[in-house]
């Protein structure tokens, strides 16, 4: 059974940081991405970040510069580092695994979410 462990998130203020951790276990991902994607209330499911299996890195543009993915030697736990936290920055971040997620902003498999707030 897959399992994507999410930790982090929180309340903030403007300009604050936060660091979000995502674990996978229960099967070899060999081969696949690892991303972010958000939420925010009222809105569709947008992609943020991804790192693919060879180690490049892609992020939507609402967050270059300002957000950091990376991912531990083996390859299971990815983060995302997020600097100057905007009010626009509020939603639900949601980790995902995929094969291609750069490539087709999508995903295979899903963490459980972590609300992100950030007040003015």
């Known amino acids: 059974q897959v399992q994507l462990v999410q930790s982090g998130g929180g309340s903030v203020q403007t300009g604050d940081s936060l660091r979000l951790s995502c674990a996978a276990s229960g099967r070899t991902f060999s081969g696949h991405s690892m991303g972010w994607f958000r939420q925010a209330p009222g809105k569709e499911r947008d992609f943020v970040a991804a790192i693919s299996w060879s180690g490049r890195v892609d992020s939507a543009d609402s967050v270059k510069g300002r957000f950091t993915i990376s991912r531990n030697s083996a390859k299971t736990t990815v983060y995302l580092q997020m600097d100057s936290l905007k009010p626009d920055d509020t939603a639900i971040y949601y980790c995902?695994?995929?094969?291609?997620?750069?490539?087709?902003?999508?995903?295979?498999?899903w963490g459980q979410g972590a609300q992100v707030t950030v007040s003015s």
């Open positions: 995902a695994v995929g094969p291609r997620i750069i490539a087709t902003r999508r995903a295979e498999y």
